[in-house]
């Protein structure tokens, strides 16, 4: 079973930056697309921003022009860059890797990193 080691969580004021990191443990297959979701108290886990193999990204309106995602496809690791943090950035983020097999989308997930940006 592949396992995905998230760091960089923390806490920060707001206005503040934190970068969080995403890679499998062990050398394993490469991955189509890698990304971060997140999850508030209370609140369903949102897709914040993924990556594909190719480079195209996608972002959460919410998140867009405040955070930028990054990968080395080559490593198996994504990064995620959070500029301008707001309290309500507040929540587990969590690394999720997608393989895509006979048509069929694998999904792999990390244990989360909590990050708090406090007002």
């Known amino acids: 079973q592949v396992q995905l080691v998230e760091s960089g969580g923390g806490l920060v004021q707001a206005g503040g930056s934190l970068r969080l990191s995403c890679a499998p443990s062990k050398s394993t297959f490469s991955f189509n697309a890698m990304g971060w979701y997140r999850q508030a108290p209370g609140k369903q886990r949102e897709l914040v921003a993924d990556?594909?193999?190719?480079?195209?990204?996608n972002y959460a309106a919410s998140v867009k022009g405040r955070f930028t995602i990054s990968g080395d496809t080559a490593k198996n690791t994504v990064f995620l860059q959070m500029n301008s943090l707001k309290p309500e950035d507040t929540a587990v983020y969590y690394c999720n890797a997608r393989r895509r097999v006979l048509a069929t989308d694998l999904d792999y997930w990390g244990r989360g990193t909590q990050v708090t940006v406090s007002s």
């Open positions: 990556i594909t193999r190719g480079g195209s990204t």
